[in-house]
């Protein structure tokens, strides 16, 4: 694709389009207008045409008529992303209707624009479809760049550390898993009577880059700022200049939240609240110290246990963190781009904006929705359809999942899934004394007493309006 001018002397991008509908006067029309805008134009009559051509050549943008006779627009979208997943594609209607707008959407229609449609308005959502097609062409080519220098800094790191010693004192064990910034191992700590610790070191074909290198270093530091028993603590940080940097926590043992999901499924109503309360009493000091987590997901929340404790919630992985009202942080995390995990997304998060502290409360809700349900809130079979469905539907009721769980219970998770913000939970500690009535053990930063039902029912359900007063002179008067 290339780039001219367009009017007030901004970038247009121009790229070779495919143009399907069944009307030849149709095409004819359309092809005019995109050809004046200086786009390349191929046409189809049909869509079995269309998936013949897009299987052929090779074009960046697909335009098609959602009704036509042999296959209808929706079905080639869903054909065209099969063969080309990076392929926009931009639907028209003459009859729009609800149906095959939502399925346009899970399929991943860039856009969907009902006839009649003026040349100006039609120009303008090619020149988007084209944009969003260069973007996804540049995002495809860097995650392939970045996984290739992640497999090659695993197998470097793999091979070349187990045994060695890092910061002279740190001897490098088993790797325990890998992840987008870096390898966990186990380790000891030579220097202090073998002291079980883990070593989460940085993969050394991304240790040159000064943003990545900045975020590994603001992940120590925010942790090991925040220090709750229920955050895993760190215990070191360095950056050797002929070593990895390297973050030292201590060593746990036992399973994630998601493998737990893995084996178990579903967990009682009980469970599941003492989890709650450990994980909203980890973000209470988070937030408290102006952290928002951003990515809490079951492979983030992990589960140890000591005497008496069973299921002790130790919140890992700040690294896509956001530390509030610091512009340094803004530049590493500007609003606008999607960060965290979709599923587990709030929604002001899916559509890209920024995140407070409710943002993780919206994740809580999701991850208690799952330990009952067996899945999570929203499920769909691509991208697109999940951050759709965040946004625009409503999760199945628990209750009617387990019918046997307390309504009370399944309103507590239904407030902290809100779409709004403000109809969610404000807090870590209002989530928290919600759940205190069927969290079994409390939260281990102290027992808080229970709430009353009656005094829970009216932090979950608002107060109805009151009604306006009759007018009592008015009413006399008549």
């Known amino acids: 694709m290339a780039a001219a001018d367009a009017k007030a002397g901004a970038p247009a991008v121009h790229g070779r389009v495919l143009f399907v509908d069944d009307s030849p006067d149709v095409r004819k029309s359309f092809r005019r207008a995109l050809v004046q805008a200086g786009h390349s134009v191929k046409e189809a009559a049909n869509g079995l045409e269309a998936t013949e051509l897009v299987a052929k050549e090779q074009f960046d943008l697909v335009v098609s008529d959602v009704h036509m006779p042999d296959m209808n627009g929706v079905e080639l979208l869903r054909r065209v992303h099969e063969s080309d997943p990076d392929l926009p594609v931009v639907l028209l209607s003459g009859d729009p209707d609800l149906e095959s707008a939502m399925r346009a959407v899970e399929y991943g229609a860039v856009e969907y624009l009902a006839k009649p449609i003026d040349i100006p308005k039609f120009r303008a959502s090619v020149a988007r479809g084209l944009e969003v097609r260069r973007k ?65 070191v940085l993969h050394a074909g991304i240790g040159g880059d000064v943003d990545v290198l900045r975020r590994f270093k603001r992940e120590a530091h925010l942790v090991a700022a925040i220090d709750h028993p229920n955050i895993v603590r760190v215990l070191d940080f360095q950056m050797p200049s002929d070593e990895p940097a390297f973050i030292v926590m201590e060593r746990l043992h036992g399973r994630s939240l998601g493998d737990a999901l893995r084996q178990e499924r579903r967990f009682s109503l009980e469970e599941a609240a003492w989890i709650a309360v450990q994980v909203l009493a980890a973000l209470e000091a988070a937030h408290g110290a102006n952290v928002v987590h951003r990515d809490l997901k079951p492979d983030n929340v992990f589960l140890t246990s000591m005497p008496g404790v069973v299921d002790l919630v130790k919140l890992l992985d700040f690294g896509v963190a956001k530390l509030t009202g610091t512009p340094w942080d803004e530049r590493l995390t500007q609003t606008g781009m999607v960060m965290g995990t979709p599923a587990y997304m709030a929604p002001e998060q899916a559509r890209g904006e920024s995140a407070d502290a409710r943002s993780d409360l919206y994740a809580v809700g999701c991850l208690m929705f799952e330990l009952l349900a067996g899945r999570p809130p929203f499920v769909a079979n691509n991208y697109n359809a999940v951050m759709f469905q965040i946004n625009q539907g409503a999760p199945t009721p628990l209750l009617e999942l387990r019918p046997e769980l307390d309504a009370l219970f399944a309103e507590v998770v239904a407030k902290a899934l809100s779409k709004d913000v403000n109809l969610r939970f404000q807090s870590a500690r209002g989530f928290a004394d919600a759940l205190m009535p069927w969290a079994p053990q409390g939260p281990v930063s102290g027992q808080r007493p229970a709430v009353a039902p009656e005094a829970l029912a009216k932090t979950i359900r608002p107060p109805a309006p009151a009604r306006p007063r009759a007018n009592r002179r008015r009413k006399a008067s008549r």
């Open 136 to 200: 996804r062409v540049e995002a495809r080519e860097a995650v392939a760049g970045r996984s290739r220098r992640r497999l090659k800094a695993e197998s470097t790191d793999t091979s070349d550390l187990e045994g060695s010693l890092l910061g002279g004192r740190y001897r490098v064990g088993a790797l325990l898993g890998s992840g987008g910034m870096g390898s966990v191992y186990e380790g000891t700590r030579e220097d202090l009577a073998g002291m079980p610790v883990a070593i989460k």
